[in-house]
């Protein structure tokens, strides 16, 4: 079975502080691992994949597989990225962790 | 524009009273699915379609219904709502068949409360 854990369910943390969003999962066969985005009173919109490799409003995450994780960090937190984040895995079907609210405080 | 349309956005009904939830997309997915969103519990999955006619259990299926007619639509059932499934919904879409390894898109969200 596929499982995602993002064990931080809350994180608060000031702007231009760093901020690092866990994300450990648990598959079998060759991940696909996705980070959501939920801003306030919006849908949920893809924020990065592990597989474009790429930096989304300065966000990064790398795929480690010996750790089974793939954490999303920021150097410097701004006050819009305050928001619900979800980590997913991809394999047979779509399967999402728990999600961490980020409050950055001015 | 491409997009997954629920309706309604929101809904109060009561126990026992069967209700659908619609979800259409335009982007020709194949794969499509249900989600439930709960304070602290996160986006769990409660019915998933890999392509027409074909439809899996997610990981909390018990009290709905799914139906894959056509590729763009896929309602959701509630046959006999309880208290318990008052929550927010939303349905999604993605090209791959396996579900998993394309982006997701995402409905706008249905807020149900069954009293």
């Known amino acids: 079975a596929q499982r995602v854990t993002q064990p931080e369910k809350l994180l608060s943390v000031f702007k231009g502080a760093p901020v690092e969003l866990k994300c450990n999962y648990s598959y079998s066969g060759s991940p696909e691992l996705f980070w959501y985005v939920q801003y306030s009173r919006q849908r949920l919109q893809l924020l990065l994949r592990h597989i474009s490799r790429e930096s989304i409003k300065g966000f990064t995450a790398d795929l480690n597989k010996g750790e089974t994780s793939f954490h999303l960090k920021k150097p410097f937190a701004q006050e819009e990225d305050s928001a619900m984040y979800y980590c997913?895995?991809?394999?047979?079907?779509?399967?999402f962790g728990g999600g961490t609210r980020v409050l950055v405080k001015p | 524009e491409a997009q997954v349309t629920q309706n309604p956005r929101y809904l109060i009904t009561v126990t026992g009273k069967k209700l659908t939830v619609t979800c259409s997309q335009n982007?020709?997915?194949?794969?499509m699915s249900w989600y439930r969103q709960d304070p602290g519990l996160g986006l769990r999955q409660i019915y998933y379609?890999?392509?027409?006619?074909?439809?899996d259990k997610g990981d909390v299926p018990e009290g709905y219904k799914v139906s894959r007619k056509e590729k763009r639509n896929f309602p959701l059932i509630l046959e006999s709502p309880s208290p318990n499934q008052t929550s927010l919904y939303f349905c999604?879409?993605?090209?791959?068949?396996?579900?998993?390894?394309?982006?997701?898109?995402f409905g706008q969200g249905t807020r149900l409360t069954v009293v």
């Open positions: 379609s890999m392509n027409v006619e074909v439809t």
């Open positions: 999604a879409s993605s090209f791959s068949s396996a579900g998993g390894r394309t982006e997701a898109f």
């Open positions: 982007m020709n997915h194949e794969y």
């Open positions: 997913a895995l991809g394999g047979n079907k779509l399967t």
